[in-house]
């Protein structure tokens, strides 16, 4: 967060979009894109859940098409983002707590939770979550997804 310091929020926000224009949207999955447009036709609610700072989780999130989306909060002040945390950090175990946090919160009773990930620092979600999605997993995850039996994707740009 250190280059940040003293950026205004509205400056942030701007570099956060042309950061998503150039480094991330190249990079979505067309397999991603096609899996969120389905789940929107099928009514389905959409959750990320990273850990990455909330306002460039939220700002992918939104350009996506995700309903929610949840990153690290940091505190703010004068107008500007801290290296502070705020709240539960979106990160290991974190992001199961704060994703039962929501699941308390929310008006919709959820009859199952599938989660897609890459990382093996998402195996307490992954455990979580009533199914596990593999999308190119770095081979600790891969080797704990053949054991657990998580169904395996393999998706290329």
């Known amino acids: 967060m250190s280059p940040l310091s003293g950026v205004s929020k509205e400056t942030v926000s701007l570099l956060v979009e042309q950061c998503i224009d150039e ?18 036709r099928d009514n389905i609610q959409t959750v990320i859940i990273s850990a990455s700072v909330s306002f460039l989780v939220s700002a992918i999130g939104k350009r996506i098409g995700i309903d929610e989306a949840m990153g690290i909060d940091l505190v703010e002040e004068g107008g500007c983002y801290t290296a502070r945390i ?3 950090p ?14 308390i919160e929310s008006t919709t009773q959820y009859s199952e939770i599938h989660f897609y990930t ?21 081979p600790l995850l891969k080797a704990l997804g053949d054991k657990k039996d998580w169904q395996q994707l393999d998706w290329s740009l």
Not at 90 to 103: D, F, N, P, S
Not at 118 to 138: G, H, M
């Open 23 to 40: 480094k991330i949207m190249p990079r979505l999955f067309p397999q991603a894109a096609t899996l969120i447009e389905q789940l929107k």
């Open 118 to 138: 890459d990382s093996i620092n998402d195996r307490p979600l992954c455990e979580f979550a009533d199914y596990a999605y593999l999308v190119n997993p770095c």
């Open 86 to 88: 705020d709240g539960i």
């Open 90 to 103: 979106t990160y290991r175990e974190g992001k199961v707590a704060r994703l039962e946090q929501w699941l």
